[in-house]
């Protein structure tokens, strides 16, 4: 037998006389605050209690808006939903011409963030990756466009809808919005750095004209902050308010405007209005919920550019 055999036995016993060291304990601010990519029971605690904030209004609305007008006299509000939620529709629907207001507003916002998606990529491209003389300056007007307050254009912007005799039209809506500048800003800003000028001279270098460049190359590309701007003006143009006011009439109104019909008496019946308000909120929920991947995937390449 070799030394080497005598002392290995030896070696370990030696090894399992030494006890174990316990595994590392994560410490308690460590596991506050969190490291690194991993969040911390703080960035967990902070997201549920804006979570519950956020959708809390929401859920009084719908609690309100599903019982009676007494309700809102109690001592403690209630926390759970009551069975007049159909009564109080059936009020709306016999109150103001719903179905005519939810069609004009799905109309008007519906082309409103086609035609602001479409002209804002167009204009963000070319703001974003050709040379053009004055380039910068027209850049500079439009991000100045946005420094003004709409008030400030509602008198005169009837005045035009007067003359060209289209008050109480939709076009008078659906037209002063067709682009916004925050439209061409954002997608500006968004195509500078998602398209490399490398993949563009490459299309160019292979015969793809400018608008097949813009098409193969540039759209694909713009898809999430496409869906992004889009969620956005169709949430925009669902909730304006003033203008639609302004200039449609009582018999053809978008739906804020008509709902703004159940308060407008002496007696206000809040759980009719609250209904009213959660039935406009439903198409709102369901477009979050069949974007809410692009929307996701946008934020998300935003952060790893960032």
Known sequence: ??????????AAAAEAAVPARPAARTPLRQRFLGSGTRPGFLSYGLLIAFLVSSAYPLWWSAVIGSRSNETLGETWPPLLPGGNFWKNVGEVFDTIPFWLALGNSLLISSI???????????????????????RNG??????????IPTQLGIIPLFMVMRTLGWTGEIGAV??????????VFFMRQYLVDVIPDE????????????ISTFWHV?????????????????????????WP???LDAGNPTLQTALSQLQSARYVDYSVVLAGAVLATLPLLVLFAL???QLISGIMQGAVKG
């Open 138 to 147: 027209l850049m500079l007007m439009v991000i100045a466009t946005m420094a």
């Open 245 to 247: 006011l302004l200039v």
């Open 199 to 210: 993949l563009i001279e490459s299309a160019r270098m292979d015969g793809a004209s400018m």
């Open 174 to 183: 659906v037209v002063p919005t067709l682009v916004t500048a925050f439209g």
């Open 1 to 10: 037998m070799s030394v080497t055999d005598r002392t290995r036995p030896r």
């Open 218 to 242: 540039a759209i694909p590309a713009a898809r999430p902050g496409m869906a992004i701007l889009g969620l956005f003006t169709f949430m925009t143009a669902w909730t304006d308010f003033l």
């Open 291 to 293: 974007a809410g991947k």
């Open 112 to 134: 409103i963030t086609l035609s602001v998606v479409s002209f804002s990529t167009l204009a963000g491209y070319a703001f974003a990756k050709l040379r053009f003389r004055g």
